[in-house]
């Protein structure tokens, strides 16, 4: 288990690398855009002195080095800083508006798994069939096109021509002044059930669909075509002709032996997707104003508030560098000839 | 042959499933909407649909637009009535007021019974901790205490603020921003105070307590039972504060009686609104103006003469029908229409190229022959449009016009340099803190040691003279001040130190079942929902 720990430690390593260039760059272009922090943080019409104090207060009047090595000092003790427009602290901030972004994300993720694993499957099954050539049309379409169109296109469907589904949001007005949901975990749908409140629950199951779904068409283009090329490989292999040679039950062969074996890569691709979700679902999240982190981040680039975008850079990151080392150690830790390389 | 007829469908039923769960996801679409719940009367509650966030909920620090909010939840001393000009100032927490003679001291006597949304009383002390804490704090419109020396509570009913200098203090109390009077909840300490507020906590005795706050998205106020005027007749219990920053969505919004009220719809909108019958079109006066800040000091415009022909070249009533499509009226000098210290009979530069010829010959540039930089934010749909047409009209003079596109900072950083070597004319908006003609009259064209807003450079001791004093008259012998303000705005008028170019129209678009609207123009955006009824 030796080498286990060795490459473990490696791979932390690297991530404490990567982390720290990821903040560096993103310190010094946050600071070379050319911005006024000291205006943004007082108003616009403040006096001379205000803005020579919120100077002094936001250390602006130091050299950059300095004020970079301030910035790391207090990350180091959890402290992301103070958004210049809300005067919050930017972690609260991240807290408040990540669960907006989970929900979503996690369903789409789900949404994803499974029909990526049933499309893919079928697909492998159906090889050069027609239904094979239907889903892998369909897979590529999922993973080229373009998010945002396809939020505005599933828009004008379901809620401009068939009027089936909600615009935007994550509930109606009038379920939010008559029925507010309150929160427990953060997530509307679950909230809303176990606070036993099933007007807020419809709506909100209601408002999730179209966003979850438009989220969930990367992902599931992705995982079809991974199912399907595994599933076509794995079903050549010789244990399979082995295990029908010796009058395996199919459901026995294909669920347990094929599928498994097939699934793997798919599920580690969906989890970086899923991280890359976290920050990277803005554009969808903007089109239907979804009040999540993804929105809170385009609003703090717009405004160029600096300690927000770094916040939001940094948790990312964090988020996608330790996801990626999970799925990888888990990997190593399944499959020992990884830990090799 | 690989696979067995039977194997297939073991597969095939992996892909039911898959079908499966999209036939469920979309028939259970279709079921909640064909058994959509039945909507609550929405007699109570009301939508608006406002532009933008409202990023700090503390109302010693608040300067962008929570007023929108803050107005609904807190109270000041004095209100401001703005539809009523002669007298404005109305009673609010403050009953009465009084000031000694040499208006260094002013007393305010308090309403009795109000209560703040935790339930204790408005008291003298109150309103001392509530001002003193916006002053020590010192971050946003602190500055319009700058007067005040000491606060007293006389006793229980009685504030008594002793002055360093004469100001108008009840028209300061009467401010949007930082003279919200906040209650004994508020968090002693002040740095966790601005955070408690930005929870989503308040402790205001206005007619409605925050009930929700999620910061960039919205806000939930609901109705405060013991607020002191009483909830009988017709009133609005919840309000739904929405951001909605795109014009073409707070369109869509309203046009489906999703928002009951939203302002700010780009002009070819209303256009199209003007005929829909759900809709009405409210515009009433900003307080906010576009001016071109004339560099005084700067080669060709140091020229007076040079100055007032430019000002006879702008295209006036192009700008504001072809622009503006008629939501907006020339200003005339600096003070907006509407606002206390504007006077009709002002002097006004028209759009007069004959006349602006004939200046031009008497400053020995008969045909012109030189070029003009022109300064305006990134961005800004309207000041780029008007320095395009301003170009064109500069041109039929022989005066080129340098266009400048930059950001806030690179404009103002450029402005705040060296006055020779700076831009000849700086677009930028103006509006009042307080509602004060000084405001306008100092921070543009008073003398300045380092350049702040006096982007004309106009260093003129006779008009900072005539606006200081007006200033200190204000609050003892307004018909004096004004007297003495007029006489600076000619000044400053007849010197061309701006292109004074258009006030704006607050737009607002509310759905019809909202009666008793109407926008006062003190309160930036401002819907006091508790005056508002809206029918079912």
């Given at each position: 288990?030796?080498?286990?720990?060795t490459?473990?430690?490696?791979?932390?390593?690297l991530?404490?690398?990567?982390?720290?260039?990821?903040?560096?760059?993103?310190?010094?272009?946050?600071?070379?855009?050319?911005?006024?922090p000291?205006?943004?943080?007082?108003?616009?019409?403040?006096?001379a002195?205000?803005?020579?104090?919120?100077?002094?207060?936001?250390?602006?009047?130091?050299?950059?080095?300095?004020?970079?090595?301030?910035?790391?000092?207090?990350?180091?003790?959890?402290?992301?800083?103070?958004?210049?427009?809300?005067?919050?602290?930017?972690l609260?901030?991240?807290?408040?508006?990540?669960?907006?972004?989970?929900?979503?994300?996690?369903?789409?993720n789900?949404?994803?798994?499974?029909i990526?694993?049933?499309?893919?499957?079928?697909?492998?099954?159906?090889?050069?069939?027609?239904?094979?050539?239907?889903?892998?049309?369909?897979?590529?379409?999922g993973?080229?096109?373009?998010?945002f169109?396809?939020?505005?296109?599933?828009?004008?469907?379901?809620?401009?021509?068939?009027?089936?589904f909600?615009?935007?949001?994550?509930?109606?007005?009038?379920?939010?002044?008559?029925?507010?949901?309150?929160?427990?975990?953060?997530?509307?749908?679950?909230?809303?059930?176990?606070?036993g409140?099933?007007?807020?629950?419809?709506?909100?199951?209601?408002?999730?669909?179209?966003?979850?779904?438009?989220l969930?068409?990367?992902?599931?283009?992705?995982?079809?075509?991974?199912?399907?090329?595994?599933?076509?490989?794995?079903?050549?292999?010789?244990y399979?002709?082995?295990?029908?040679a010796?009058?395996?039950?199919?459901?026995?062969?294909?669920y347990?032996y094929?599928?498994?074996?097939?699934?793997?890569?798919?599920?580690?691709?969906?989890?970086?997707?899923?991280?890359?979700?976290?920050?990277g679902?803005?554009?969808?999240e903007?089109?239907?104003?979804?009040p999540?982190?993804?929105?809170?981040?385009v609003?703090?680039?717009?405004?160029?508030?600096?300690?927000?975008?770094?916040?939001?850079?940094?948790?990312?990151?964090?988020?996608?560098?330790?996801?990626?080392?999970f799925?990888d150690?888990?990997?190593?830790?399944l499959d020992?000839?990884?830990r090799?390389q | 042959?690989?696979?067995?007829?039977?194997?297939?469908?073991?597969?095939?039923?992996?892909?039911?499933?898959?079908?499966?769960?999209v036939?469920?996801?979309?028939?259970?679409?279709?079921?909640?909407?064909?058994?959509?719940?039945?909507?609550?009367?929405?007699?109570?509650?009301?939508?608006?649909?406002?532009v933008?966030?409202?990023p700090?909920?503390?109302?010693?620090?608040?300067?962008?637009?929570?007023?929108?909010?803050?107005?609904?939840?807190?109270?000041?001393?004095?209100?401001?009535?703005?539809?009523?000009?002669?007298?404005?100032?109305t009673?609010?927490?403050?009953?009465?007021?009084?000031?000694?003679?040499?208006g260094?001291?002013?007393?305010?006597?308090?309403?009795?019974?109000?209560?703040?949304?935790?339930?204790?009383?408005?008291?003298?002390?109150?309103?001392?901790?509530?001002?003193?804490?916006?002053?020590?704090?010192?971050?946003?419109?602190?500055?319009?205490?700058?007067?005040?020396?000491?606060?007293?509570?006389?006793?229980?009913?009685?504030?008594?603020?002793?002055?360093?200098?004469?100001?108008?203090?009840?028209?300061?109390?009467?401010?949007q921003?930082?003279?919200?009077?906040?209650?004994?909840?508020?968090?002693?300490?002040d740095?966790?105070?601005?955070?408690w507020?930005n929870?989503?906590?308040?402790?205001?005795?206005?007619?409605?307590?925050?009930?929700?706050?999620?910061?960039?998205?919205?806000?939930?106020?609901?109705?405060?039972?013991?607020?002191?005027?009483g909830?009988?007749?017709?009133?609005?219990?919840?309000?739904?504060?929405?951001?909605?920053?795109d014009?073409?969505?707070?369109?869509q919004?309203?046009?489906?009686?999703?928002?009951?009220i939203?302002?700010?719809?780009?002009?070819d909108?209303?256009?199209?609104?003007?005929?829909?019958?759900?809709?009405?079109?409210?515009?009433?006066?900003?307080?906010?103006?576009?001016?071109?800040?004339i560099?005084?000091?700067?080669?060709?415009?140091?020229?007076?003469?040079v100055r007032?022909a430019?000002?006879?070249?702008?295209?006036?009533?192009?700008?504001?029908?072809?622009?503006?499509?008629?939501?907006a009226?020339?200003?005339?000098?600096?003070?907006?229409v509407?606002?206390l210290?504007?006077?009709?009979?002002?002097?006004q530069?028209?759009?007069?190229?004959?006349?602006?010829?004939?200046?031009?010959?008497?400053?020995g540039?008969?045909?012109?022959?030189?070029?003009?930089?022109?300064?305006?934010?990134?961005?800004?749909?309207?000041?780029?449009?008007?320095?395009?047409?301003?170009?064109?009209?500069?041109?039929?003079?022989?005066?080129?016009?340098?266009?400048?596109?930059?950001?806030?900072?690179?404009?103002?950083?450029?402005?705040?340099?060296?006055?020779?070597?700076?831009?000849?004319?700086?677009?930028?908006?103006?509006?009042?803190?307080?509602?004060t003609?000084?405001?306008f009259?100092?921070?543009?064209?008073?003398?300045?040691?380092?350049?702040?807003?006096?982007?004309?450079?106009y260093?003129?001791?006779?008009?900072?003279?005539?606006?200081?004093?007006?200033?200190?008259?204000?609050?003892t012998?307004?018909n004096?001040?004004l007297?003495?303000?007029?006489?600076?705005?000619?000044?400053?008028?007849?010197?061309?130190?701006?292109?004074?170019?258009?006030?704006?129209?607050?737009?607002m678009?509310?759905?019809?079942?909202?009666h008793?609207?109407?926008p006062?123009?003190a309160?930036?955006?401002v819907?006091?929902?508790?005056?508002?009824?809206v029918?079912?």
């Amino acid at each position: 288990m030796a080498s286990f720990k060795t490459y473990f430690l490696k791979r932390i390593i690297l991530a404490l690398v990567v982390l720290y260039f990821v903040i560096t760059i993103t310190f010094v272009l946050s600071h070379v855009v050319p911005s006024d922090p000291a205006e943004l943080y007082v108003g616009p019409k403040a006096t001379a002195e205000q803005r020579e104090k919120a100077i002094k207060e936001l250390g602006l009047d130091q050299p950059l080095y300095i004020q970079y090595i301030r910035y790391f000092k207090n990350l180091v003790n959890g402290d992301l800083g103070k958004s210049l427009r809300a005067h919050t602290p930017v972690l609260h901030d991240i807290l408040t508006y990540l669960p907006a972004t989970l929900e979503i994300v996690i369903l789409a993720n789900i949404l994803a798994l499974i029909i990526g694993v049933a499309f893919g499957s079928y697909s492998a099954l159906k090889k050069d069939m027609f239904a094979d050539h239907l889903i892998r049309v369909i897979s590529v379409g999922g993973v080229s096109i373009p998010s945002f169109w396809f939020a505005l296109i599933t828009q004008l469907v379901f809620f401009g021509i068939l009027g089936i589904f909600p615009l935007d949001g994550r509930l109606s007005s009038d379920v939010q002044l008559f029925n507010p949901v309150h929160t427990v975990t953060g997530f509307f749908t679950i909230d809303s059930l176990i606070t036993g409140n099933i007007v807020a629950f419809v709506d909100s199951v209601r408002h999730i669909i179209l966003p979850a779904f438009v989220l969930a068409t990367y992902p599931i283009g992705l995982v079809t075509r991974m199912v399907r090329s595994m599933m076509v490989e794995v079903l050549n292999e010789n244990y399979i002709r082995f295990a029908k040679a010796n009058g395996f039950r199919d459901n026995l062969i294909y669920y347990k032996y094929a599928l498994k074996n097939a699934i793997t890569p798919a599920l580690m691709a969906l989890g970086l997707s899923f991280a890359y979700s976290i920050t990277g679902a803005f554009l969808v999240e903007v089109i239907f104003s979804w009040p999540g982190l993804g929105t809170y981040t385009v609003n703090a680039i717009l405004e160029n508030d600096y300690p927000a975008i770094l916040g939001v850079t940094i948790f990312g990151t964090i988020f996608y560098v330790f996801i990626n080392l999970f799925l990888d150690t888990l990997q190593a830790y399944l499959d020992p000839r990884v830990r090799l390389q | 042959m690989i696979y067995s007829n039977t194997s297939r469908k073991a597969i095939s039923k992996i892909a039911i499933i898959g079908i499966a769960v999209v036939v469920i996801i979309a028939g259970l679409g279709t079921y909640l909407y064909y058994t959509q719940f039945s909507k609550p009367s929405l007699k109570s509650s009301l939508v608006y649909a406002y532009v933008s966030d409202f990023p700090d909920l503390d109302p010693s620090i608040a300067f962008e637009d929570e007023q929108v909010i803050l107005a609904n939840v807190y109270e000041a001393l004095v209100f401001y009535n703005s539809s009523n000009t002669n007298n404005p100032l109305t009673p609010w927490l403050a009953t009465s007021w009084s000031h000694s003679p040499d208006g260094l001291e002013w007393t305010f006597n308090l309403r009795k019974g109000v209560l703040f949304h935790d339930g204790s009383e408005l008291k003298a002390s109150s309103v001392k901790a509530a001002i003193e804490r916006t002053i020590r704090m010192g971050l946003g419109a602190a500055y319009i205490w700058d007067a005040v020396k000491e606060i007293q509570a006389s006793d229980d009913y009685t504030v008594k603020f002793i002055l360093k200098y004469p100001a108008p203090l009840a028209q300061i109390a009467s401010s949007q921003y930082g003279a919200w009077i906040t209650g004994p909840s508020t968090p002693s300490n002040d740095t966790e105070a601005t955070e408690w507020f930005n929870q989503g906590k308040d402790s205001g005795t206005g007619p409605y307590m925050i009930e929700k706050y999620e910061a960039g998205f919205q806000v939930v106020l609901t109705k405060f039972d013991k607020y002191w005027k009483g909830w009988s007749g017709n009133h609005v219990e919840k309000v739904l504060v929405k951001s909605v920053r795109d014009p073409t969505a707070r369109l869509q919004a309203i046009k489906a009686g999703e928002a009951d009220i939203t302002l700010d719809l780009p002009v070819d909108y209303l256009k199209e609104l003007k005929t829909n019958e759900n809709v009405e079109i409210i515009s009433a006066p900003s307080y906010r103006n576009l001016l071109g800040m004339i560099n005084t000091k700067q080669e060709y415009t140091n020229n007076v003469l040079v100055r007032q022909a430019i000002s006879y070249a702008f295209p006036y009533d192009a700008v504001i029908k072809n622009v503006m499509q008629g939501y907006a009226t020339q200003s005339r000098g600096p003070i907006p229409v509407g606002m206390l210290g504007h006077f009709e009979d002002l002097t006004q530069y028209t759009y007069n190229l004959e006349k602006a010829k004939q200046l031009l010959t008497q400053a020995g540039y008969p045909n012109g022959g030189f070029t003009l930089t022109l300064t305006y934010t990134s961005g800004d749909e309207l000041e780029k449009q008007v320095a395009e047409l301003y170009k064109a009209e500069l041109e039929k003079l022989g005066i080129t016009l340098e266009i400048k596109e930059m950001t806030t900072k690179a404009k103002y950083a450029l402005a705040r340099g060296d006055p020779t070597q700076a831009q000849h004319i700086l677009l930028f908006y103006w509006w009042p803190t307080y509602i004060t003609p000084y405001d306008f009259l100092y921070s543009l064209f008073h003398t300045e040691k380092k350049v702040i807003f006096n982007f004309a450079y106009y260093y003129n001791s006779t008009y900072d003279d005539l606006i200081d004093t007006a200033s200190q008259l204000e609050g003892t012998d307004l018909n004096k001040a004004l007297q003495l303000y007029h006489q600076a705005q000619e000044q400053v008028v007849d010197d061309a130190a701006s292109l004074f170019i258009l006030d704006m129209d607050t737009i607002m678009i509310t759905n019809k079942k909202v009666h008793n609207f109407s926008p006062n123009s003190a309160y930036t955006e401002v819907v006091f929902f508790y005056d508002i009824w809206v029918e079912a």
